[in-house]
């Protein structure tokens, strides 16, 4: 191979991004959860990187044995596809193999500047997501660092990474050139500092474990290796120990995890666990006004709300009913008070194992001047009314009326309204949950109005 001629290529590939903004975003991971440094850039000039890439392969009599499988971008690179795409990343990021602090703050052109280690792209095996090997049990392939300096400027023509087929074909991104299916000896690096690598043991299974029991696996085991099991709370396991699969059932609900510990001639190595939610969701408490009063509406909370416990449904409860109204919205729900009185607020979520327990909170609902809705829900003309509790009378006094959308922007506005009910006409507004704000006097009440078609 050429070095020189590859030289100029090189500096085009790996360096064609730089002129553009660099932007920071949501995390890319090792498939053991170590973050790696990415950068956000534009494609660049896709016509003038596809032009480039032909011509090279051109020049080397290599059109016939190299495929084209993907455009030139420079939004993502080698490393990208190696190690995040290919294992089904789904946004375009560029790679480095190098730490973006260190990266940034290395000045190619000077004999002075330190070039940087491949601390960004090693994290890959140095937290275990992937295992050296030789070659033929190899999955992907680092072609390691080798920065030399020129005379002029640091150059490095080993830093690239391949996905290995089955075949021994190659698949990789030259730089901002295209994505290609080449044999190994046929690309723009250096082959000399190739590691190899395939993906480590690991453990998959579900996230939730009903008493019908849960299947977990330990992924490419190596030859002779055995398997020692092991569990949280809520859990017991019901194969034989050192099972692969092996399968864990319910005996609680609550948060726990499965550990798989691997035993080989070398020693032992524990592989993350396994986090997942054992049983039918557990509310922990009801969150919400416990001292209200009536002619009000008031909001109360399943909590915790927590996704790994997998609720599909809430059932909602007011005891007793006693003319007031319940609105189910899932792990929250409004409660419209009409009438004062002790009351539970009960709660219960249900995931694929079944429905959880019943949590109970006690509430006092107390007499007050209020505001009534009616009818609510609605769809055309709604009476909004001030009332009195009790035996007390009403003070006659103006009063003002806000309505505000779902979004909170104000709908309707009244002001100056002396008489102690107010009609307003619906037609035609969205449906919807609207908020309704009344001063009256030094009073400040609130309430809400459904509208249904």
């Known amino acids: 191979m050429t070095y020189s001629i590859m030289k100029n290529y090189y500096i085009i590939i790996v360096l064609i991004a730089q002129f553009w903004s660099v932007a920071l975003f ?26 480039q890439a032909a011509q090279w392969l051109s020049d080397r009599g290599w059109t016939d044995s190299v495929s084209r499988i993907g455009p030139a971008t420079a939004k993502y690179n080698c490393h990208s596809y190696t190690w995040y795409k290919k294992e089904g990343g789904s946004n375009d990021y560029w790679i480095n193999a ?49 920065w030399q300096w020129t005379g002029y400027e640091w150059s490095n023509y080993c830093d690239h990474s391949a996905v ?8 990789s991104k030259w730089g901002a050139w295209p994505l290609y299916r080449h044999p190994a000896d046929k ?15 690991y453990l998959s299974g579900p996230s939730l474990i009903c008493s019908s029991g849960g299947s977990f696996t330990v992924n490419n085991l190596p030859t002779g290796a055995t398997i020692t099991w092991s569990q949280g709370p809520n859990l017991a396991r019901t ?27 070398c020693g032992s190595v524990t592989l993350p666990d396994k986090v997942v939610w054992s049983g039918t969701p557990v509310i922990s408490y009801i969150s919400g006004p416990t001292y209200t009063p009536n002619n009000q509406w008031a909001t109360y909370y399943a909590i915790p709300n927590n996704p790994a416990m997998g609720v599909t449904d809430y059932n909602w409860i007011l005891n007793p009913l006693n003319g007031n109204s319940v609105y189910d919205y899932g792990w929250t729900a409004d409660i419209a008070f009409y009438n004062s009185g ?3 607020v009960v709660s219960r979520g249900q995931n694929t194992c ?23 829900p609605a769809s055309g003309e709604v009476t909004i009314e001030i009332q009195s509790s009790g035996d007390k009378e009403l003070t006659a006094t103006v009063w003002e009326l806000e309505i505000y959308t779902p979004g909170m922007i104000l709908k309707e506005k009244k002001t100056s309204l002396k008489d102690n009910k107010t009609i307003i006409n619906t037609s035609g507004w969205q449906e919807g949950i609207y908020m309704l704000r009344v001063k009256h006097g030094e009073s400040l009440l609130t309430g809400k109005l459904i509208i249904k078609r």
Request: glycine share 8%; net charge negative.
């Open 26 to 51: 949501a995390q890319v991971t090792t498939p053991n959860g170590t973050q790696v440094d990415y950068k956000i850039y534009s494609e660049g000039d896709v016509a003038l990187l596809e032009n």
């Open 98 to 146: 190098f730490l973006n602090l260190d990266f940034d703050v290395f000045n190619r052109y000077s004999y002075f500047s330190t070039p940087p280690a491949p601390d960004n792209i090693n994290k890959y095996w140095n937290d275990y997501s992937y295992t050296e090997v030789d070659v033929v049990e190899a999955t992907k392939v680092w072609f390691g660092s080798c």
């Open 164 to 171: 290995k087929l089955a075949t021994g074909l190659y698949e």
């Open 187 to 201: 690309c723009p690096y250096s082959l000399a500092n190739r590691e190899y690598f395939k993906r480590s043991p």
């Open 239 to 265: 194969s034989a120990q050192g099972a692969n699969p092996c399968i864990f059932s319910s005996t609680g609900s609550g948060s726990s995890w499965v550990r798989a510990t691997l035993v080989t001639s």
């Open 342 to 344: 002790f009351y539970q």
């Open 354 to 376: 079944g429905w959880g327990d019943y949590t109970v909170t006690g509430i006092e609902v107390y007499d007050s001047k209020g505001m009534s809705i009616y009818p609510n």
